[in-house]
């Protein structure tokens, strides 16, 4: 179902030449980005006076918000600005947000006051200071749902060489890459930037992901003549899909399809000409030709797009509804990715020394899931592939429903894992008196928090990467951003669900005073209960994942987005205009 897309016809570019620009302008914006919101929590508790359950549900909330525009940015980039574009500008939206973040630190009237563990209330902040944080988090929000979708897929354009067999392999082997570098890059931002923010200050610490956003967006912006830049399709995709389910409705009164080439309606501007699949035949009843002398103007092209619709744009349909089951799998796997705000508070009361004289701040122990998530990919890409490819057949060694599917069973594990420690920490803080005191240390290293993390870093590696090229390789070229932001959304979908098991799990167990689970206090709650509630619904989402899994059909595995295409010597195909 490959668009025949126009891009710049110029051999000097493109290629891997293009990649440091890119690289680099993701890994800037994600240090710059991961570094202001990974400490965040401990922000907002001491100058916005916000308990720990407030505040991550609001961090859930506007991660979520930013996941969730990325699905807007992939539309915007595929069938308006291309994707050149939607980088560029999102870059700069990032760049406004992270200024005005700074700011709050800056001028004392944007925060309120800070309020001592031992004042019993304390004053909130104001409408006007909560609407600047709030502009802040919007910008970058918007920012994130252009980049995140779109940089990923501009890199790929830039090695996209139809002609070359070793193109494929290239093109997924650059996935790993760049997914590694953007695990650096946040490794840098949970190490370097936390540990500004904790030994110079909030004003400082967010005035270095300012200067970062200033390197971002000029190393983008420099590279700019050596890309090749892919026209957007000018026909809104998303329109066009919601055209094709309503016009399948609308004749859901007549019969299938009939198998003859000229029943059914083209786009003219495919290079193969398709013939409706077999799954999902309902839908084939959108490029039904019923009466050519209603359904057809005399150019030839759909007198109501909403009653007929081309083959392509259905196929089109067809591949994004087989693709939903399986990435509702993936919610679970982020939402337990989503417990790094309560682990702050945690490691924040433990003896975090790793030498006598270097302590590591509270919020860098998630540079131990970045670590392994890096180390895991590449030892996949540069030991384990060339291994099992040679069992499995595969280019890729495991499939990525298999790496799914491993991905998801590691998650779970580093939950159970996660919950244990926790009961442990707590037992030990109650038994040193310290049950009312949530800032005393705990005779208990935090590096007991570092095999969970381990745990969830090859878990995301895994998870991850699979779904991606899962993807990437099922949706149609044209849809490739939004291939892309799905992964993106996911994320978004999993922080409303985790925000929503926060605030709901705050509220069921604070009933008639008692102390809640989540309560900022976390030796006086019981984190452990929440993260045995995670362990478990992990458990329940690995079991529904191997049911959706029987849903795909074996070769699905090492699916390509070729589509069904019909031999030009059965019948002529009518080849019309799309309105």
């Known amino acids: 179902m490959d668009t025949e897309i126009e891009v710049e016809v110029n051999t000097r570019k493109g290629g891997l030449k293009t990649m440091p620009f890119i690289i680099l302008n993701e890994s800037f914006e994600r240090i710059a980005s991961y570094g202001s919101q990974t400490n965040l929590i401990i922000y907002l508790m001491t100058y916005y006076n916000m308990s720990a359950a407030t505040s991550t549900t609001f961090l859930g909330l506007w991660g979520a918000l930013s996941s969730g525009l990325a699905l807007v940015g992939a539309i915007i980039a595929d069938s308006y600005w291309g994707r050149f574009n939607a980088v560029a500008y999102g870059t700069i939206f990032t760049f406004i947000g992270v200024v005005i973040l700074w700011l709050t630190s800056m001028i004392p009237q944007l925060t309120t006051l ?32 252009f980049v995140r979708p779109c940089s990923i897929m501009f890199g790929a354009d830039q090695l996209e060489q139809k002609g070359n067999p070793e193109n494929k392999k290239i093109v997924e082997s650059y996935f790993n890459w760049y997914y590694a570098s953007t695990g650096v890059a946040t490794m840098i931002a949970v190490t370097v930037i936390i540990y500004i923010q904790d030994r110079f200050g909030w004003q400082i610490g967010f005035g270095v992901p300012v200067i970062l956003m200033v390197l971002s967006v000029s190393t983008f912006l420099i590279g700019s003549p050596l890309y090749i830049k892919v026209k957007p399709d000018k026909e809104n995709l998303l329109l ?67 009653n007929l619709c081309s083959v392509e744009r259905v196929e089109s349909l067809k591949a994004l509804v087989k693709v939903l089951p399986m990435w509702s799998t993936g919610f679970m796997m982020f939402v337990d990715m989503n417990v790094f705000a309560f682990s702050v508070l945690q490691t924040k009361t433990m003896d975090r020394h790793i030498f006598p004289h270097f302590e590591v701040p509270a919020a860098s122990f998630s540079v131990f899931l970045i670590i392994s998530l890096t180390i895991w990919i590449t030892f996949y890409d540069r030991v384990l592939v060339p291994l099992l490819s040679k069992y499995t057949g595969r280019s890729r060694g495991l499939s990525p429903v298999t790496r799914m599917r491993i991905g998801l069973a590691v998650s779970c594990m580093s939950m159970t894992l996660s919950a244990i420690t926790e009961s442990v920490r707590r037992k030990r803080a109650i038994a040193e008196g310290h049950e009312d005191d949530p800032y005393a240390l705990v005779n208990m290293s935090a590096m007991w928090f570092v095999p969970q993390y381990a745990l969830l870093g090859v878990a995301e590696a895994t998870h991850g990467v699979g779904q991606i090229e899962f993807f990437y390789t099922l949706l149609p070229k044209s849809m490739a951003s939004i291939a892309s932001s799905m992964y993106t959304v996911g994320i978004g979908v999993s922080s409303l669900i985790g925000s929503f098991l926060v605030s709901s799990e705050d509220w069921l167990t604070s009933r008639g005073g008692k102390t809640s689970w989540l309560a900022s206090n976390i030796n006086k709650g019981h984190l452990d209960y929440h993260f045995w509630i995670l362990a478990f619904m992990s458990f329940l989402n690995l079991l529904y994942f191997l049911v959706v899994c029987r849903f795909y059909e074996t070769e699905n595995d090492e699916m390509s987005r070729s589509p069904h295409v019909a031999d030009e010597e059965e019948c002529d195909y009518r080849l019309l205009h799309e309105s």
């Not at 007549?254 to 059914?264: A, F, N, Q, S, V």
């Open 114 to 145: 800070a309020c001592s563990h031992f004042q019993h209330v304390c004053n909130g902040p104001t409408a006007f200071q909560l609407a600047v944080l709030f502009t802040s988090f919007a910008f970058t929000s918007v920012g994130a749902g």
């Open 240 to 306: 066009g899909l919601f055209q094709a389910g309503v016009a399948a409705f609308r004749k859901r009164k007549i019969g299938h399809p009939l198998t003859g080439c000229d029943d059914y309606y083209h786009s003219p501007y495919e290079t193969e000409v398709l013939t409706p699949s077999k799954d999902f035949r309902c839908l084939n009843r959108a490029c039904m030709i019923e009466d050519p002398q209603r359904d057809l103007n005399p150019d030839g092209s759909t007198s109501n797009p909403w």
